[in-house]
C-alpha cells in the first residue's frame, strides 16, 4: 500500500490578508542579500505559482505583474524582466490549475517544477540579452530547490485554512 499525502479534510476559505501578507514576505525574502546565493530559490516566483494554482481567481497576472516590478526596480534588472517571467507563470499556473490540483503533493512539484524552470530561463535569456554575463549553472539550480520546498510549503501555506478536527456524533460529516 502506498502511502498517500491527500487530505479528506474540508479547508476554509482562504482570507485575503493572508494571501496578500504571504505575498509579501515572499518579496521580502526576495529582497535579502542571500537571494542571489546560488540554490536559494525565487520566493515570488514559488508562491505566485502557489496562490495561481490553489486561489486562480484571487492572485493572477495582475498581482505577477506588480511584484515582478517590484522586483525589477529592487534588482536594478532589466525593466520588465521579473514583470514578464511572472506574468507567464502566473497564466500557466492559472491554466493548468485544475490539473495541478489532481495530482497528489509530490507529483504536484513535479508539475510545478517546469513552470518554475521556464520563469527562470525567461529571466535568464532576457539578462543575457540585454548584454549581463551568464551568472553561472548555480542559478539554475533555484526551481529545483522550489519543486522541493512544494510539500512544505503547501502545508505552511494552507495551515490557516485549515478546520478543527471536531467530532460530533450527531452529525456523519
Same mark, same amino acid.
Given at each position: 500500500?502506498?502511502?498517500?499525502?491527500?487530505?479528506?479534510?474540508i479547508l476554509l476559505p482562504v482570507?485575503?490578508?493572508?494571501?496578500?501578507?504571504?505575498? *509579501? $514576505? /515572499?518579496?521580502? #525574502?526576495?529582497? &535579502?542579500?542571500?537571494?542571489?546565493?546560488?540554490?536559494?530559490?525565487?520566493?515570488? !516566483? @514559488?508562491?505566485?505559482?502557489?496562490?495561481?494554482?490553489?486561489?486562480?481567481?484571487?492572485?493572477?497576472?495582475?498581482?505577477?505583474?506588480?511584484?515582478?516590478?517590484?522586483?525589477?526596480?529592487?534588482?536594478?534588472?532589466?525593466?520588465?524582466?521579473?514583470?514578464?517571467?511572472?506574468? *507567464? $507563470? /502566473?497564466?500557466? #499556473?492559472?491554466? &493548468?490549475?485544475?490539473?495541478?490540483?489532481?495530482?497528489?503533493?509530490?507529483?504536484? !512539484? @513535479?508539475?510545478?517544477?517546469?513552470?518554475?524552470?521556464?520563469?527562470?530561463?525567461?529571466?535568464?535569456?532576457?539578462?543575457?540579452?540585454?548584454?549581463?554575463?551568464?551568472?553561472?549553472?548555480?542559478?539554475?539550480?533555484?526551481?529545483?530547490?522550489?519543486?522541493?520546498?512544494?510539500?512544505?510549503?503547501?502545508?505552511?501555506?494552507?495551515?490557516?485554512?485549515?478546520?478543527?478536527?471536531?467530532?460530533?456524533?450527531?452529525?456523519?460529516?
Open positions: 500500500m502506498q502511502p498517500t499525502f491527500s487530505s479528506s479534510r482570507r485575503p490578508w493572508f494571501i496578500v501578507c504571504s505575498l *509579501l $514576505l /515572499a518579496l521580502l #525574502a526576495n529582497l &535579502l542579500p542571500t537571494a542571489h546565493w546560488p540554490g536559494i530559490p525565487d520566493w515570488v !516566483a @514559488l508562491v505566485v505559482c502557489f496562490w495561481c494554482i490553489r486561489e486562480p481567481r484571487r492572485v493572477g497576472m495582475g498581482w505577477a505583474f506588480l511584484l515582478g516590478l517590484a522586483m525589477d526596480v529592487a534588482d536594478g534588472a532589466v525593466l520588465g524582466q521579473h514583470c514578464f517571467a511572472y506574468v *507567464l $507563470l /502566473a497564466y500557466t #499556473a492559472a491554466a &493548468l490549475s485544475r490539473r495541478i490540483l489532481w495530482f497528489p503533493l509530490a507529483q504536484q !512539484a @513535479l508539475q510545478v517544477l517546469p513552470l518554475l524552470i521556464g520563469s527562470q530561463l525567461l529571466q535568464l535569456l532576457m539578462r543575457l540579452v540585454a548584454g549581463a554575463d551568464f551568472p553561472g549553472w548555480g542559478y539554475l539550480i533555484g526551481p529545483f530547490i522550489g519543486a522541493l520546498l512544494w510539500i512544505p510549503g503547501t502545508f505552511l501555506l494552507l495551515l490557516p485554512q485549515y478546520q478543527p478536527v471536531e467530532r460530533d456524533e450527531n452529525r456523519p460529516l
